[in-house]
């Protein structure tokens, strides 16, 4: 996790910038006193609103807790997609 002020954002934009998107990093700017803003890369968010979506009920939470149980006891399968 990155930090910084808004004044050195401002000054090394493009580095931070990188940082973000190359490493995964996550940055939080400072604007005072307990506020700020932070930035994460455009496939983290994504990351984080499908596993929102996923958790969004208590069907979806128990369908996925189900699949990573089944992981979990070597009871998967592989299927091979066919197409048409």
Same mark, same amino acid.
Do not use: C, P, W
């Given at each position: 996790?990155?930090?910084?002020?808004?004044?050195?954002?401002?000054?090394?934009?493009?580095?931070?910038?990188?940082?973000?998107?190359?490493?995964? #990093?996550?940055?939080?700017?400072?604007?005072? +006193?307990?506020?700020?803003?932070? =930035?994460?890369? @455009?496939?983290?968010?994504? &990351?984080?609103?499908?596993?929102?979506? #996923?958790?969004?009920?208590?069907?979806?939470? +128990?369908?996925?807790?189900?699949? =990573?149980?089944? @992981?979990?006891?070597?009871? &998967?399968?592989?299927?091979?997609?066919? #197409?048409?």
């Amino acid at each position: 996790m990155l930090t910084a002020t808004i004044s050195d954002f401002r000054k090394n934009i493009k580095k931070y910038l990188d940082s973000v998107t190359k490493n995964f #990093e996550t940055l939080i700017i400072n604007r005072g +006193k307990d506020t700020g803003i932070v =930035i994460i890369s @455009l496939d983290e968010y994504n &990351s984080l609103y499908a596993t929102q979506h #996923e958790m969004s009920s208590k069907a979806n939470e +128990k369908r996925l807790d189900s699949a =990573i149980e089944k @992981l979990k006891k070597g009871k &998967s399968f592989q299927k091979d997609l066919t #197409e048409e």
